[in-house]
């Protein structure tokens, strides 16, 4: 059987901050966000308790989802529809990178996500 390499371009690579270092270290799952959500990558999200579907992370939220449990991988535009969506449970990334809901802080999440195998580092220039 005759195998012969096919090379193209499947989008482009852009490099951010969001992940500070040991890379080796990540570790994603696949999570379905809930409808009605348009969030980007790095964004902190919590599980509902009711149906396990995730959204983001705010404060005042009382359905479980005001605990932060991943960050997101990629961009998910679930406005009309659930969707799929790639999510970190573990790994070291830049609290700058971060998209935080209503009342949340880098400090007032450090801790729990610290728990959970995610550490949040401040960023440091080169």
Do not use: W
């Amino acid at each position: 059987m005759d195998h012969k390499a096919s090379f193209k371009t499947e989008g482009t690579y852009v490099p951010d901050s969001l992940v500070a270092g040991n890379a080796h270290l990540l570790v994603a799952r696949t999570v379905t966000i809930v409808s009605g959500q348009n969030l980007v990558r790095g964004a902190v999200i919590g599980k509902i308790t009711t149906g396990g579907k995730y959204q983001l992370s705010l404060s005042a939220a009382a359905d479980g989802s005001q605990v932060p449990d991943l960050i997101l991988a990629e961009d998910c535009d679930a406005t009309s529809a659930d969707k799929p969506a790639l999510a970190y449970s573990r790994g070291d990334f830049n609290a700058n990178a971060l998209t935080l809901g209503t009342a949340h802080t880098v400090a007032s999440i450090t801790e729990g996500l610290r728990a959970k195998g995610i550490a949040l580092l401040p960023a440091v220039s080169a």
